[in-house]
């Protein structure tokens, strides 16, 4: 079975800027559409950006203009690059496909954003 690891979180100071990776342990990122979600402490988990087939892209309003997905699928490796954060933005977050869990694949254990300072 496929599985997730996402890096690259940390703690950033209001402004600055993270970029997280997630590595799938199978060639999923040709196939199917992927996503990047995040959840706050307290809310439910929410996609913030996702990557079709194709290459298009799309985003939440939240964080339309600051954030961008990207992938390369020789890699087997999909990105968030993250700007202008804000703390607002403080979550876990995590990739999964879009919409999540299509063929079974599981939840990563997630990378912890924290907007701070």
């Known amino acids: 079975q496929v599985q997730l690891v996402e890096s690259g979180g940390g703690l950033v100071q209001p402004g600055g800027s993270l970029r997280l990776s997630c590595v799938a342990s199978?060639?999923?990122?040709?196939?199917?559409?992927m996503g990047w979600y995040r959840q706050a402490p307290g809310k439910q988990r929410e996609l913030v950006a996702r990557?079709?087939?194709?290459?298009?892209?799309t985003y939440a309003d939240s964080v339309k203009g600051r954030f961008t997905i990207s992938r390369n699928s020789a890699k087997n490796t999909l990105y968030l690059q993250m700007n202008s954060l804000k703390p607002e933005d403080t979550a876990v977050y995590y990739c999964?496909?879009?919409?999540?869990?299509?063929?079974?694949?599981?939840w990563g254990q997630g990378g912890q954003v924290t907007v701070s300072g």
């Open positions: 999964n496909t879009g919409p999540p869990n299509v063929a079974g694949l599981q």
């Open positions: 990557i079709a087939n194709g290459g298009t892209t």
């Open positions: 199978g060639s999923i990122f040709s196939i199917y559409a």
